[in-house]
């Protein structure tokens, strides 16, 4: 099979595209626009059930300052090129760094890095979009701030401002992303910039403080959406407790999800508890370091059997609660004991700290690392766990509830058991909702388990939607689908705004299933 | 995976950044290492198969240079223009063509289960199947991913190949070959 023949953007002329590429060339540098087969495979690599030949980009543009973004999206007004925009690339399971479809140009900020403020008084950043992880929390550490991040899983090489536009999780207090984001500075289609909140008073110095600025909020516009290209962002980071005090609690029995849930939830609503906390089922725990076929090499759903044999060979429990206390030593005291006597009501949990919890399997060791903002990328195990390159996460929301969780744990095993994938799933317990994510794993080379895949997702979609669950997010294969779930009134929502703020649709068309 | 903080410390993302005057962390390393001499290629991979790509990379004039198990993120320390192959699993490879986003070049991957071959050239047609007389087929895929590191073809490419089984393993694993 040969692909060797030029992608270019759809309803683009060759001729046209060549003046977009000279004019790109003039604004950037030649070695800033990328068109080469090989330097664009990077950009094609996907994990989700679509077909390679959908995401397939014409070029990728890597600018370093606003004002070229700004002349970058003159000249596709100009041409009608059609821009993909990524921060660091790493929405990985989600579509990774490729384009939305095939002839999209990348926008790919990467070499805006730069760090533009750390105030530890008022504990905020102000951040480019290829900030990452890593670099923010070296930079702490180099200057000795007292302050911690929220990293996702794949911390180190992940972004914030990436993350926090598609509205990610960490496993912190401030695990809920954009609940800790304050202000913006978006690039228009026009080619304005504008700056969200107390960024439109000149030398303002509350821009990182006061989220809501004057007049309709706006700043959720520019997240999970395609109307704007956002180039700086504000955040708030939390300043470093006096005490931490991770823990491990293990159930034994599938049917205890619905007690973990009801136990935890006056204990998060309360800030008893105020981490994002992740129940996390056996077969996640374990495959982020051990693979599949040391317990099963039926390519069907992994059978309850190897799923208790893992438990024991390993020391996972069938849910894993992994949570954290902060504050001062006699906050810590205090709140353990009301955990404590919460959890060992029924006499079902095991309570597990330090080292015991540390000499159990699973994952308490990066868990407790991640809780406190630290960087480490043991989640990428879970790659090996069924091999073949597929991966796609399925997350609906619920209110935390057992009964809902009770609900959404049952059904997602039927559908992907009825289609032969495991449950691969943890819970992210929010202050009052629950992200359940499920890493739909296959093997992306077998093309009858990609078609399998594929449809498992759409049937989760679908079923959810129809038992009121809707997802927090997507990948782009199904963004389309997932988009029909919440109705056609807030798509025409959408579909107006997107009208109003980039009429030619240049940018991130299709993104969260907004196009004109 | 987990990283120690000498291999954090080792990649480029860890710079260190001053407000106002973080430079790309990729751009910076380029040109602080020796830039690599002529003819060579790092090789990762820590066991038969690395040492049999090596022998057929040596064949075609290549002079690779054993670097042990892949740790992607070690790569953005290497200087730009380096050439690097080798195999890895799952999570490398992930991590490694992420992390090759406008940073580098693919040139090849592969898929290679105990008798058949996944190839994917960035750089023109593939030749045959990995097979030839007294050899391993991780030493024809060291002299494929070498004429393929010396061309100067373009376009992506992709094909499978049968073999005869492999005696010594039935176990899948994932080749590279990249220019940073």
Known sequence: MS???????????????????????????????????????????????????????????????????????????????????????????????????????????????????????VCTALLEPGVTYQQLYDYIKENDLKLWLDPPAPSAIAGPVG???????????????????????????????????????????????????????????????????????????????????????????????????????????????????????????????????????????????????????????????????????????????????????????????????????????????????????????????????????FAPVSQAKGSETKDQTALAQRILGKYGFDYVAEYIVGWRDMHHVIDLLYNRQDPEETQRAHDCFAELIDEFAKRGYGLYRTNTEFMEQVAGTFGEPLREVHRTLKKALDPNGILSPGKSGIRL | MKLTRRQLLKNGLLVGAAPLAMGAAWTSQAGVADAPAQGEISLYGADRSATELGLGLRQKGLTPRYEGRLDPLSLNALPSGTLATGFTDEAGLVLLTSLLAGRGRILALGRHAADADQLVSHRGPLAGPLVAEGSSWQAALGREYGRLALTGRAGRHARQFRRPADATGTASELSFLIRL
């Open chain 1, 3 to 121: 692909t060797s023949e030029r992608i270019l953007p759809k309803g683009v002329a060759a001729a046209d595209f060549d003046a977009a590429l000279a004019r790109f060339r003039e604004i950037l540098g030649a070695d800033s626009v990328l068109t080469d087969s090989d330097q664009l495979a990077p950009y094609t690599k996907i994990m989700m059930a679509g077909d390679d030949d959908d995401y397939i980009p014409s070029a990728a543009l890597l600018p370093t300052a606003t004002e070229q973004v700004q002349e970058i999206v003159r000249t596709c007004n100009q041409y009608k090129i059609p821009i993909w925009t990524i921060s660091t690339g790493k929405n990985l399971g989600y579509g990774s760094a490729a384009p939305g479809e095939t002839g999209q140009v990348m926008l790919d900020m990467h070499r805006m890095n730069r760090i533009l403020d750390v105030d530890p008084e």
């Open chain 1, 163 to 393: 993350n926090t536009l598609d509205r990610g999780v960490g496993y912190t207090p401030y695990g809920e992303h954009f609940m800790f984001q304050c202000g913006m500075e978006v690039v228009l289609a026009n080619g304005e910039v504008v700056r969200t909140g107390m960024g439109g008073i000149e030398n303002s110095s509350s821009w990182q403080v006061f989220k809501w600025g004057y007049g309709p909020y706006i700043d959720g516009l520019f997240t999970q959406s395609n109307y704007g290209i956002v180039t700086k962002m504000g955040l708030w980071l939390m300043p470093e407790p006096p005490a931490y005090w991770p823990f491990l609690i293990q159930y034994q029995d599938p049917e205890d999800i619905e007690e973990i849930v009801d136990v935890l939830r006056p204990l998060r609503i309360s800030q008893i508890i105020p981490n994002a906390v992740v129940i996390v089922h056996t077969l996640w725990d374990a495959g982020t370091h051990v693979t599949r076929k040391t317990y099963y090499e039926g390519t069907d759903s992994i059978p309850r059997e190897a799923i208790e044999r893992i438990k024991a060979d390993e020391g996972i429990g069938e849910w894993n609660v992994y949570a954290a206390l902060y504050g001062t030593p006699e906050q810590i005291e205090v709140n353990w004991k009301i955990v404590e006597q919460a959890f060992g009501a029924s006499g079902k949990a095991k309570i597990m700290y330090g080292e015991e919890a540390e000499k159990r399997g699973g994952g308490f060791s990066y868990r407790s690392a991640l809780m406190k903002g630290d960087m480490n990328l043991q989640e990428f195990g879970l790659y090996n766990w069924r091999g073949g390159g597929g991966s796609m996460w």
